[in-house]
């Protein structure tokens, strides 16, 4: 599975949008983009997958650009309960392996 | 529906003994992985079980090891305990066959190794 790299940490403030780039530039044409949540302690919960499209669902939405080697999830209305580290996650038919994510605070 | 679910929540154990953890699946998965997630860090794949086959491993001594039933629950075995296995583990199960399909979390096992 292709590896991603994200930034440590983003702030953003209450009511914005909240935008967690991801890089994956060795992407195969077979792998699907993940991206997962964790907040403090609890298991990771899912957010939304896209394979070349852009995605929407009641949580986020997922861009992807053409050449597929980089996504942005997007947190359109981002809330206080939002904080957590958010995971990018490439991969095809195997395993699913996190990396060390983003750390997304949302601030008042 | 009920959700994936790990016993216990909380294991104290000290050095040199062994560990059992325990996870059900949702109801109609056949597919279990486990992690580890030392305090501060990122989650560490440790095992990937489907239809109660081991399919992959991550980078881990031969004392973590571990099983699914026929029923498809599992358990993960910790042998001869260090202060470094120390950690939440994890499990999460994934719907028969579907590959691409997301993955659903335990809230996990905190294990205390003193």
């Known amino acids: 599975d292709a590896k991603t790299t994200q930034p440590p940490s983003m702030d953003c403030a209450e009511g914005r949008a909240a935008n967690l780039p991801c890089n994956h530039s060795?992407?195969?044409?077979?792998?699907?983009v993940y991206w997962y949540r964790q907040i403090h302690s609890q298991g990771p919960q899912y957010i939304i997958h896209?394979?070349?499209n852009n995605e929407t669902n009641e949580m986020a939405s997922l861009i992807i650009t053409e050449d597929r080697k980089s996504s942005t999830l997007i947190l359109p209305h981002a809330t206080l309960r939002d904080t957590a580290v958010y995971y990018c996650?490439?991969?095809?038919?195997?395993?699913?392996?996190f990396g060390a994510g983003t750390r997304l605070t949302v601030k008042p | 529906e009920a959700g994936v679910t790990q016993s216990p929540t909380h294991l104290i154990k000290t050095r040199g003994q062994q560990a059992t953890l325990r996870c059900s699946p949702i109801?109609?998965?056949?597919?279990v992985y486990w992690y580890q997630q030392a305090l501060g860090l990122g989650l560490q794949f440790l095992l990937w079980?489907?239809?109660?086959?081991?399919?992959n491993r991550g980078n881990f001594p031969p004392r973590f090891s571990g099983r699914q039933f026929p029923n498809y629950s599992s358990e993960l075995n910790v042998n001869a305990l260090e202060l470094e296995d120390s950690a939440l583990y994890l499990c999460?199960?994934?719907?028969?066959?579907?590959?691409?399909?997301?993955?659903?979390f335990g809230s996990g096992t905190q294990l205390s190794v003193l």
């Open positions: 896209g394979l070349k």
């Open positions: 060795t992407i195969s044409g077979n792998e699907y």
């Open positions: 079980y489907d239809e109660g086959e081991e399919r």
């Open positions: 999460a199960s994934r719907a028969t066959g579907a590959l691409r399909e997301k993955l659903f």
């Open positions: 996650i490439v991969r095809a038919h195997n395993d699913m392996r």
């Open positions: 109801s109609g998965h056949t597919s």
